[in-house]
């Protein structure tokens, strides 16, 4: 396919709905209950509810908003050391638009940027190191974020500050890595899915074989998707028809771009920049070991972390907000309590309001959802778990 309205052809997403409504009524277990595909990239979630691929999609197969949304996870108390160094005189900080409006416990970088912190919005890291070239007698700040997708470009920046000796940048590294999450997931006692729609822009950097783990040890077939809307429903076409088949495999609809192996010359730079941090404290998940990553020793003259005194507190979230259930999807963004209300994309309570991938800004965006219908959906649901032993045997973690 060459061009995009291939991608949003109605005829061919017409025939994939017939194919998936003929797969579904082939699957014993979607007679139970329904089967619960996680789509763990929060641009996926946009597709999904842009074009409405929910309503096309019969009643017995429901999606699950993973916490694919690296702006969303963000703790509240690493947005606290955001404004903190950004509130230091010395200092200009930039970072991505998305993060400017996420709420810490008094403020958001936008709040401190009027309150007269130099916060600039860039489009790319090289983009803070020129900021940096221009003004060297003044700290540059890039606020380093993201999952595998962005890494490398954070990397190479760091290495040609490195080379071209410009020392009066740094970086505040808050990316964090996709296979740890997903494995979190999996062994959360509250989830039970029947598969997943892999991420399409980290599979790019990382490859598809990363993710054998879930398909091998935790019995889960896994689609690696695109983000068209035929690229939803054919991914969701291959997941059932594995399940409909007992195969659980990694699969690639995004061949197009997504290989095997990845990008070695972009992991080549992560590696050589990043570490592992022994753990990381995601917003609704908790700590989750090996799921961030550090800059090195080696480049320490770049670690902001290393430079500057970072207050590093923890901060719980509102209790009001529930961003916590709604990342490991245990409730819809509408079943929270300040859905569109106290919280919405103009006066945001969480972060999944903020982000353009947060799946409660989808909702409330693109909401041509029927909510009594998924209401009941889920009440059955729970019915079904708590009175059928068999519920319990076809959705264990673990084979």
């Given at each position: 396919?060459?061009?995009?309205?291939?991608?949003?052809?109605?005829?061919?997403?017409?025939?994939?709905?017939?194919?998936?409504?003929?797969?579904?009524?082939?699957?014993?277990?979607?007679?139970?209950?329904?089967?619960?595909?996680?789509?763990?990239?929060?641009?996926?979630?946009?597709?999904?509810?842009?074009?409405?691929?929910?309503?096309?999609?019969?009643?017995?197969?429901?999606?699950?908003?993973?916490?694919?949304?690296?702006?969303?996870?963000?703790?509240?108390?690493?947005?606290?050391?955001?404004?903190?160094?950004?509130?230091?005189?010395?200092?200009?900080?930039?970072?991505?638009?998305?993060?400017?409006?996420?709420?810490?416990?008094?403020?958001?970088?936008?709040?401190?940027?009027?309150?007269?912190?130099?916060?600039?919005?860039?489009?790319?890291p090289l983009d803070a190191l020129k900021i940096a070239?221009?003004?060297?007698?003044?700290?540059?700040?890039?606020?380093?974020?993201?999952?595998?997708?962005?890494?490398p470009s954070t990397a190479m920046t760091v290495l040609?500050?490195?080379?071209?000796?410009?020392?009066?940048?740094?970086?505040?590294?808050?990316?964090?890595?996709?296979?740890?999450?997903?494995?979190?997931?999996?062994?959360?006692?509250?989830?039970?899915?029947?598969?997943?729609?892999?991420?399409?822009?980290?599979?790019?950097?990382?490859?598809?074989?990363?993710?054998?783990?879930?398909?091998?040890?935790?019995?889960?077939?896994?689609?690696?998707?695109?983000?068209?809307?035929?690229?939803?429903?054919?991914?969701?076409?291959?997941?059932?028809?594995?399940?409909?088949?007992?195969?659980?495999?990694?699969?690639?609809?995004?061949?197009?771009?997504?290989?095997?192996?990845?990008?070695?010359?972009?992991?080549?730079?992560?590696?050589?920049?990043?570490?592992?941090?022994?753990?990381?404290?995601?917003?609704?998940?908790?700590?989750?070991?090996?799921?961030?990553?550090?800059?090195?020793?080696?480049?320490?003259?770049?670690?902001?972390?290393?430079?500057?005194?970072?207050?590093?507190?923890?901060?719980?979230?509102?209790?009001?907000?529930?961003?916590?259930?709604?990342?490991?999807?245990?409730?819809?963004?509408?079943?929270?309590?300040?859905?569109?209300?106290?919280?919405?994309?103009?006066?945001?309570?969480?972060?999944?309001?903020?982000?353009?991938?947060?799946?409660?800004?989808?909702?409330?965006?693109?909401?041509?959802?029927?909510?009594?219908?998924?209401?009941?959906?889920?009440?059955?649901?729970?019915?079904?778990?708590?009175?059928?032993?068999?519920?319990?045997?076809?959705?264990?973690?673990?084979?």
């Amino acid at each position: 396919m060459k061009y995009v309205d291939e991608f949003r052809d109605p005829h061919k997403a017409k025939t994939l709905e017939k194919e998936i409504r003929a797969l579904v009524s082939r699957i014993e277990r979607a007679r139970q209950r329904p089967l619960q595909i996680m789509e763990v990239c929060g641009g996926h979630t946009h597709t999904i509810f842009r074009y409405g691929i929910q309503q096309l999609l019969p009643d017995a197969v429901e999606f699950v908003h993973g916490p694919g949304c690296p702006v969303c996870v963000l703790p509240m108390g690493r947005v606290d050391d955001c404004v903190a160094l950004a509130e230091r005189p010395e200092v200009i900080f930039t970072t991505f638009g998305d993060a400017m409006r996420v709420p810490g416990s008094k403020k958001s970088l936008l709040k401190a940027k009027a309150d007269g912190a130099d916060v600039r919005m860039v489009y790319s890291p090289l983009d803070a190191l020129k900021i940096a070239q221009l003004n060297p007698d003044r700290e540059v700040i890039f606020f380093g974020l993201g999952f595998e997708t962005t890494m490398p470009s954070t990397a190479m920046t760091v290495l040609q500050a490195q080379a071209k000796k410009i020392h009066n940048f740094s970086l505040f590294c808050n990316h964090i890595t996709i296979i740890p999450t997903i494995k979190a997931i999996l062994d959360s006692p509250d989830l039970h899915l029947d598969g997943f729609l892999g991420p399409g822009h980290v599979s790019m950097v990382i490859g598809t074989r990363p993710y054998d783990f879930i398909a091998r040890h935790y019995r889960k077939p896994i689609t690696v998707a695109g983000f068209e809307p035929l690229d939803i429903l054919q991914s969701m076409w291959m997941v059932l028809r594995q399940i409909e088949e007992g195969r659980c495999e990694v699969e690639n609809q995004y061949g197009r771009v997504v290989t095997e192996d990845g990008n070695a010359q972009a992991l080549s730079a992560v590696t050589r920049v990043f570490e592992t941090r022994a753990f990381f404290e995601w917003r609704g998940l908790g700590s989750i070991d090996h799921s961030g990553v550090r800059v090195r020793e080696t480049f320490a003259a770049f670690d902001a972390e290393r430079k500057f005194d970072v207050p590093n507190l923890k901060i719980a979230d509102p209790k009001a907000c529930q961003c916590g259930e709604v990342l490991k999807g245990v409730i819809k963004p509408h079943q929270c309590k300040v859905f569109g209300t106290a919280c919405t994309p103009e006066s945001p309570l969480g972060s999944l309001m903020v982000s353009s991938e947060g799946a409660c800004a989808a909702y409330y965006n693109y909401g041509r959802i029927d909510t009594s219908r998924i209401d009941e959906r889920r009440a059955a649901r729970q019915s079904v778990k708590s009175t059928d032993p068999a519920y319990a045997l076809t959705t264990r973690g673990h084979s």
